[in-house]
């Protein structure tokens, strides 16, 4: 309707610049953490947020122009999202398996490092919710960029987030242009990954084009819209096997 509700940051190369070198800087240590640790951290997000559940209700209603009864559901998903990653913690750490050798192997699932994630337009809340958490949770620090539309959402989790015990650095949030900030994450050599869901198909192609210049591993929505109230598309293992990268420890047996 008009109303002013608040203002954000225009981020640029510099800011891009300096969330990098802070997801770095914390990058080793929160990777290194024990997956109990990372859950628990979560579980006091999640705990957090269902305490502030009406206020962040009102402000999804009020950015979005949706009903009071869809905001207060975009945030119990939220809730029920970062509850199910924090439960994944401890349980995506790696599997043993058999070989064709006589032996075995140990796979174990280790962080990428630092994440860019470029977050929908569509459910702020939730969408950023979905695609931070699992990244998180399994030891990567992460640049986010918050829907574009509505960012008060992601910019106002930050209070939630000071409160659960989430060392610094770790969730970085850079309000702006999207593809502006998507195109310098793309293109920074200490980013690992880049994330990319604004359903824009032509977005898609620009992120995994530019990513082959530095070999960075990317993860798209090709233009495709996810319905993230679906538990079938909005969360799952397809989220965390692109959190991570995997070690194999090959252990041959004796007589």
Same mark, same amino acid.
């Given at each position: 309707?008009?109303?002013?509700?608040?203002?954000?940051?225009?981020?640029?190369?510099?800011?891009?610049?300096?969330?990098?070198?802070?997801?770095?800087?914390?990058?080793?240590?929160?990777?290194?953490?024990?997956?109990?640790?990372?859950?628990?951290?979560?579980? /006091?997000?999640?705990?957090?947020?269902?305490?502030?559940?009406?206020?962040?209700?009102?402000?999804?209603?009020?950015?979005?122009?949706?009903?009071?009864?869809?905001?207060?559901?975009?945030?119990?998903?939220?809730?029920?999202?970062?509850? /199910? /990653?924090?439960?994944?913690?401890?349980?995506?750490?790696?599997?043993?398996?058999?070989?064709?050798?006589?032996?075995?192997?140990?796979?174990?699932?280790?962080?990428?490092?630092?994440?860019?994630?470029?977050?929908?337009?569509?459910?702020?809340?939730?969408?950023?919710?979905?695609?931070?958490?699992?990244?998180?949770?399994?030891?990567?620090?992460?640049?986010?960029?918050?829907?574009?539309?509505?960012?008060?959402?992601?910019?106002?989790? /930050?209070?939630?987030?000071?409160?659960?015990?989430?060392?610094?650095?770790?969730?970085?949030?850079?309000?702006?242009?999207?593809?502006?900030?998507?195109?310098?994450?793309?293109?920074?050599?200490?980013?690992?990954?880049?994330?990319?869901?604004?359903?824009?198909?032509?977005?898609?192609?620009?992120?995994?084009?530019?990513?082959?210049?530095?070999?960075?591993?990317?993860?798209?929505?090709?233009?495709?819209?996810?319905?993230?109230?679906?538990?079938?598309?909005?969360?799952?293992?397809?989220?965390?096997?692109?959190?991570?990268?995997?070690?194999?420890?090959?252990?041959?047996?004796?007589?």
């Amino acid at each position: 309707d008009g109303r002013v509700m608040g203002q954000v940051g225009n981020g640029n190369r510099k800011d891009v610049r300096n969330a990098v070198e802070a997801a770095h800087a914390v990058s080793g240590n929160w990777g290194k953490r024990s997956a109990h640790d990372r859950s628990q951290i979560l579980f /006091y997000i999640a705990e957090n947020l269902s305490i502030r559940r009406q206020e962040f209700g009102g402000l999804i209603e009020d950015m979005t122009g949706c009903s009071e009864e869809d905001a207060l559901g975009e945030v119990d998903a939220s809730i029920s999202r970062l509850f /199910y /990653y924090a439960a994944f913690s401890d349980k995506y750490g790696g599997r043993v398996q058999e070989t064709t050798l006589y032996g075995l192997t140990a796979q174990i699932n280790e962080p990428i490092g630092v994440i860019g994630i470029a977050c929908p337009d569509e459910h702020p809340l939730l969408g950023f919710v979905s695609l931070v958490a699992p990244a998180v949770v399994r030891g990567n620090s992460v640049v986010a960029l918050p829907s574009e539309k509505h960012p008060l959402a992601a910019t106002t989790l /930050y209070q939630v987030l000071d409160t659960s015990d989430l060392p610094g650095g770790v969730i970085n949030i850079l309000t702006g242009n999207s593809e502006h900030l998507t195109k310098n994450l793309v293109t920074h050599e200490d980013v690992e990954a880049m994330w990319y869901f604004r359903g824009d198909a032509e977005g898609s192609f620009h992120v995994e084009n530019l990513s082959a210049g530095n070999m960075k591993r990317t993860f798209t929505d090709y233009g495709s819209a996810r319905n993230w109230l679906d538990n079938m598309a909005g969360e799952g293992e397809e989220f965390l096997i692109e959190a991570s990268q995997s070690k194999s420890i090959w252990v041959p047996m004796g007589e």
